[in-house]
């Protein structure tokens, strides 16, 4: 069923909660490449749909070109709109846990940037994956060091899956991704207003991830509670994924957080 154009009740949940945004709403790296350019997303989607775009995509991506920083409820907010996926921050007594911290480490540290300029210089206690897509993870080293003490939760077999995805498939995940993303194309009404599920995805530093996974009674942040590494054999051999991922720019190997026994 076509969708509703006159519509506007998912423009006004797009929206609902609104902060603030970056100004310019252009993320580079310390070298001036850019990684993200939110801003080109919303003026390549202002107005009526073009012949060259259908109107559902249209629609969709003037959505996911609504950038900044949310409150989703107390305590709870998310960074729309600076790369791919959403980062969530979730406060707590002693600072901020962030799940999800994008694809790229500059738009992972731009988005807490934003979020420290509204809700004051909170401390990172721990990052949480939800599964190991890249847009998930990749930009782990913008909101952590990569010897950091802050406890990094994932789901069991986080890295196995993350490994098969990204070494053993690399090559196919590569051409997809560059085909549904249209990677190689000019931002606008004749080459890319979106992909959908985001306006695009980032081009900065990925962190080559060697998580350990939390489960069983771990608490994030610290706590009482078990958890228990778990590392391919492959993985676990060589001490490090490291330049086998097939990933942009990776630059580091991001540790695991504190280990608990």
């Known amino acids: 069923m076509p969708a509703d154009m006159s519509d506007r009740t998912d423009f006004d949940n797009a929206n609902r909660g609104f902060m603030g945004r970056l100004s310019p709403g252009v993320i580079k790296t310390p070298d001036g490449r850019v990684v993200f350019d939110a801003d080109a997303f919303v ?3 202002a107005g009526n749909a073009p012949d060259t775009v259908h109107p559902s995509l249209w629609r969709q991506s003037q959505l996911t070109a609504i950038h900044g920083l ?17 980062m969530t921050l979730v406060e707590g007594e002693t600072g901020v846990i962030v799940i999800d911290p994008l694809i ?26 939800t599964h190991s897509h890249i847009d998930h993870f990749g930009g782990v080293l913008g909101v952590v060091d990569a010897d950091t003490d802050v406890s990094i ?12 995805e990204n070494v053993y498939a690399g090559g196919a995940m590569l051409r997809r ?4 993303a249209g990677a190689g194309l000019s931002i606008g009404t004749e080459g890319a207003v979106g992909i959908g599920l985001g306006s695009g995805s980032s081009s900065g530093t990925v962190g080559s991830n060697r998580a350990h996974t939390r489960h069983h ?17 492959h993985a676990r051999d060589r001490g490090a994924l490291g330049d086998e991922l ?9 540790h695991g957080g504190k280990r608990h026994t």
């Not at 009674?217 to 054999?233: A, F």
């Not at 097939?246 to 991001?254: A, D, F, Y």
């Open 43 to 45: 003026t390549a989607t």
């Open 70 to 86: 949310f409150e989703v409820t107390d305590g709870i907010y998310q960074i729309r709109g600076m790369d791919l996926s959403n």
């Open 104 to 129: 790229s480490a500059e738009c992972a540290a731009a988005g807490l940037a934003l979020y420290r300029e509204h809700r004051g210089d909170r401390p990172v206690t721990a990052v949480i994956y």
């Open 153 to 164: 939760v994932a789901p069991e077999h986080f890295l196995d899956h993350s490994v098969s």
């Open 177 to 180: 991704g560059m085909y549904y």
């Open 217 to 233: 009674s771990h608490r994030p942040g610290g706590g009482p509670g078990r958890c228990q590494d778990d590392l391919p054999g």
């Open 246 to 254: 097939p990933l942009p720019r990776p630059t580091g190997i991001v």
